[in-house]
């Protein structure tokens, strides 16, 4: 597949993706009886990570979903990222508010920078100025992309 191929996928994946988070955040976020005791919450850990082709620079995102309610906002990032690595939020801070942890409340996009073959497992945080808490994720950079 030509380099000017993964640019057009690459955009419409960007496009989809801001499309469902939009649609995501139009909707009232849910408690049920899964969800931590009252006033606490949850990153919750959904096993994200991506595989890429080494020496490329990427654009990815990787979803925060909380379980639980919480009445400040919350805040959220990543941490451990390789070297040159840019990261935007399309809604930031998270509003108070409850959800079930079955939905995406936000994402964090970036780019990475071309990067050497290997494992990098960076962390997505969350912070209501009193807990931070964090999950990790994966960045397999190999041969191509596709895990």
Not at 88 to 95: K, M, T, V, Y
Not at 119 to 125: D, F, M, R
């Amino acid at each position: 597949m030509s380099r000017s191929t993964f640019g057009v996928a690459r955009l419409a994946v960007g496009l989809v993706t801001a499309l469902a988070l939009v649609l995501v955040g139009s909707q009232p976020a849910t408690a049920t009886g899964s969800t931590p005791p009252p006033g606490s919450w949850q990153l919750t850990n959904i096993g994200q990570r991506i595989c890429i082709p080494a020496d490329e620079s990427w654009w990815t995102y990787f979803w925060i979903t909380i379980d639980g309610e919480w009445s400040t906002p919350i805040e959220v990032g990543a941490r451990g990222l390789p070297a040159g690595t840019t990261t935007s939020l399309p809604h930031a801070p998270i509003p108070p508010g409850s959800s079930d942890g079955s939905r995406a409340l936000n994402l964090i996009a970036m780019t990475l920078p071309p990067l050497p073959f290997g494992v990098y497992q960076p962390e997505l945080t969350a912070s209501d100025g009193v807990v931070t808490q964090s999950v990790p994720v994966t960045i397999k950079v190999q041969e191509r992309w596709g895990c």
